[in-house]
């Protein structure tokens, strides 16, 4: 069975940072690459990508978080983590790990339809 455990959510004031962790569990691609993302969803918004990374290290990111936010993985740990840093108001959404054998683009998440996803944890950004 595959889990995805998200953790780190919480509260933060504009240009503070926060970090998210993915505890990944019974996972392995199809495919000759896999992925693991982080995908946020706010109220009115469709779903976006917010970091990806492949397990050979491929990292792409969402443009609004380019600069700010690194996605990384400890394979070891089997953890894959988004450290936020100046952070910002619209930064505010629900956040999902998702697992899978692509990015996903959709305007909803989660969507089991494509890959597997944690429950999500709620980031609020107070300016």
């Known amino acids: 069975e595959v889990q995805l455990v998200e953790s780190g959510g919480g509260s933060v004031q504009a240009g503070g940072s926060l970090r998210l962790s993915c505890l990944v569990s019974g996972f392995t691609s199809d495919f000759y690459e896999s992925h693991i993302g982080w995908y946020r969803q706010a109220p009115g918004n469709e779903c976006e990508l917010v970091a990806d990374?492949?397990?050979?290290?491929?990292?792409k990111y969402g443009d609004s978080v380019k600069g700010r936010f690194t996605i990384s993985q400890d394979s070891a740990k089997n953890t894959v983590s988004l450290e936020m840093n100046t952070m910002k108001s619209e930064d505010t959404a629900v956040y999902y790990c998702?697992?899978?054998?692509?990015?996903?683009?959709?305007?909803?998440?989660?969507?089991?339809?494509?890959?597997?996803w944690g429950t999500g944890t709620q980031v609020t950004v107070s300016s």
């Open positions: 998702k697992a899978g054998n692509s990015l996903y683009i959709g305007g909803t998440c989660p969507n089991s339809d494509f890959g597997y």
């Open positions: 990374i492949t397990d050979s290290g491929r990292t």
